[in-house]
């Protein structure tokens, strides 16, 4: 099975970083269960950001505590620990942010992506990527800082049998053959620049572009908790702290992610 899965290069990932990137560990695994169940692991022994790319994972999660479903070469799973020197509060709008870094970076390879609130990548309107994003104490920095594990899958060549145990629409690359060391390189280079812009600034640095690449901007959407829906009305955007700003019939609501999701309203 591991020798279908097309081989990533740490060293020619090394070779293509630009200055943020270089601050890096590269460690790549032919499988694993979770990358980020692996770098939370570890996170009191580092001292400088890790990128763990595995080429498969067996245990891949999604936000809520969901499956990420997982076949071998069908998809660019990694983790990047990254270390804050400030507290919790101040990562409001991360996982957007990383979507933007994302998006703005596949549109290099000419594939247009738009986003999903909260953290989601689509194309042609179905999911090319998702985003977990997971935090603990630093203990080995300023008082308050807080390591993110930010965990991404992004869909390279989905075979049919995956696609149908997801059981909803998928998106993948439009050239399933891209080399992965470049893709992956470019992907390192424009996270680890939009997280140090975010260090300084937070989301509000983030936010015209996030709301540039909205792909349900002035459609009519649901939000759900647990299956219930919470609010219906019209997407208008977010604002500078990441919150989803819907025009609903009892005025403009601000909603925080947490366990929330979005879907297009019926009818």
Not at 63 to 75: D, E, F
Not at 159 to 171: E, F, T, Y
Not at 190 to 213: I, K, Q, Y
């Amino acid at each position: 099975m591991r020798s279908m899965i097309p081989s990533i290069s740490a060293q020619r990932i090394a070779a293509s970083c630009r200055a943020a990137a270089r601050q890096v560990a590269i460690e790549v695994v032919a499988e694993t269960g979770s990358t980020n169940t692996d770098l939370l692991a570890r996170l009191d022994s580092l001292t400088a950001p890790v990128l763990l790319i595995a080429g498969m994972q067996t245990a891949g999660r999604g936000r809520a505590g969901r499956v990420w479903h997982s076949a071998p070469g069908a998809a660019l799973t990694f983790s990047l620990a990254w270390k804050f020197d400030r507290p919790l509060q101040a990562l409001a709008g991360l996982p957007l942010a990383v979507g933007v870094a994302i998006a703005e970076t596949l549109a290099l390879s000419g594939v247009e992506a738009r986003l999903k609130w909260p953290n989601d990548v689509l194309k042609d309107g179905s999911k090319l990527a998702g985003i977990l994003i997971e935090t603990a104490s630093a203990k080995n920095a300023m008082p308050g800082g807080v390591w993110a594990v930010i965990g991404i899958g992004l869909n390279i060549a989905m075979p049919d049998s995956l696609v149908a145990q997801i059981g909803r629409p998928v998106a993948d690359m439009p050239a399933p053959e891209t080399d992965r060391s470049d893709l992956m390189a470019a992907l390192l280079n424009g996270l680890t620049e939009m997280l140090v812009e975010f260090s300084g600034a937070g989301f509000a640095a983030f936010a015209a572009r996030w709301n540039r690449l909205h792909a349900y901007a002035g459609k009519q959407v649901a939000i759900l908790d647990r299956g219930q829906v919470l609010y219906e009305g019209t997407a208008v955007g977010v604002d500078d702290g990441g919150r989803l700003l819907l025009n609903t019939r009892e005025g403009r609501a601000a909603i925080v992610a947490g366990d929330v999701s979005l879907r297009a309203a019926e009818g």
